[in-house]
């Protein structure tokens, strides 16, 4: 391996355009390769990254040799399915959340990593920015005592468009998959995976779920109340609640900049940590971290975490009687 990361990215629509956007700013990375399904999409994209190998399909970019990593950032859909063709030619990934469209895949694809001792890891970006290192520390050392309650929610108002991505179940679309995973991700970052679920959907036209509740209970007792949905415009803020203060992570908490600690006895504390680039560079980073140590995993964003969100959505949407037509 180089000393450098060298990355190829699979797909050219927008959370791609993102991801290459955040490698100019993650150190260490150098994104040599991209993977479209026509060679004048890949082409354009090229041109606009200034990268030097365009691919006109993904089996293609699995297969060249410059590449050592791959970012995934196709539908939810084809999660497994490129992950799988990047395993099996030998290149880490990192896959866009939510890491698959259920556990079963999740499963799969883990299980083919580990089978070839390749490196995966979810690209949950959230985790690795600083803010939210931050609030992992202050979480680490008690500062607001035992976590009780967590609060975060995550929706945004679309408009409805059958085709689109967003609102048709054959590319795993709804809230849940899309956006709710954020929530649903912090709360396990905190309290690990739950063990009773009690949620409610608003199942709309084109039938995936627009909007949701869900609120996880975990064995001490301590509550997740999340929310989620692409019909709804929600405030997009996080509440951790202690048993001796409380952190509010501001809007957008999934890109966190600012936090505000509130400790009982004590003045409330404004947080501000501004991040470079776009936030998508961090992940790179600890993608380029983790293969240079020679691990097939990352701490923060564990394989088997991963399989337990997953899990966590499957029961959730089994409450609501959605099934994918892949399912």
Same mark, same amino acid.
């Given at each position: ?49 200034? *990268? #030097? ?5 993904? @089996?293609? +970019? /699995?297969?060249?040799?410059?590449? !050592?990593?791959?970012? =995934? ?55 690795? *920015? #600083? ?5 992992? @520390?202050? +979480? /680490?050392?008690?500062?607001?005592? !035992?976590?009780?309650? =967590? ?177």
């Amino acid at each position: 391996m180089s000393e450098n990361t060298r990355w190829g990215i699979i797909s050219t629509g927008s959370i791609a355009n993102k991801f290459a956007q955040g490698l100019e700013s993650a150190p260490d990375a150098e994104l040599v390769a991209v993977g479209s399904r026509s060679q004048e999409s890949a082409d354009a994209f090229g041109d606009k990254y200034n *990268i #030097p190998h365009r691919h006109a399909s993904y @089996e293609a +970019l /699995a297969a060249d040799a410059d590449v !050592d990593a791959v970012y =995934i950032g196709t539908p939810h859909n084809l999660h497994k399915e490129n992950t799988l063709l990047c395993i099996e030619a030998g290149k880490a990934v990192l896959c866009e959340k939510p890491f698959a469209i259920n556990a079963a895949e999740a499963t799969e694809m883990v299980q083919a990593a580990r089978d070839k001792g390749i490196f995966l890891m979810e690209a949950m970006w959230t985790r690795y *920015i #600083p803010a939210m290192v931050k609030v992992r @520390e202050l +979480l /680490a050392e008690g500062v607001i005592g !035992d976590v009780r309650m =967590i609060m975060a929610d995550f929706g945004f108002r679309a408009g409805i468009n059958e085709e689109g991505r967003l609102f048709n179940p054959k590319f795993g679309g709804g809230g849940l998959l899309d956006v709710g995973v954020y929530p649903i991700s912090l709360s396990s970052m905190i309290l690990g995976r739950p063990e009773r679920i009690v949620s409610m959907a608003e199942i709309g036209s084109t039938g995936v779920d627009e909007q949701a509740a869900m609120v996880l209970g975990h064995p001490g007792g301590e509550l997740a109340v999340l929310a989620t949905g692409i019909r709804t415009n929600t405030p997009q803020g996080a509440h951790i609640l202690g048993t001796d203060g409380r952190i509010f992570i501001h809007s957008s908490w999934w890109k966190p900049e600012t936090i505000t600690l509130s400790v009982s006895g004590k003045d409330d504390e404004t947080i501000d940590m501004p991040f470079d680039g776009n936030g998508y560079n961090y992940e790179a980073v600890e993608v380029g971290k983790c293969l240079h140590e020679g691990k097939l995993e990352s701490d923060t964003m564990p394989l088997k975490e991963s399989l337990e969100i997953m899990a966590t959505m499957d029961q959730i949407r089994a409450q609501w009687n959605l099934k994918y037509p892949m399912e």
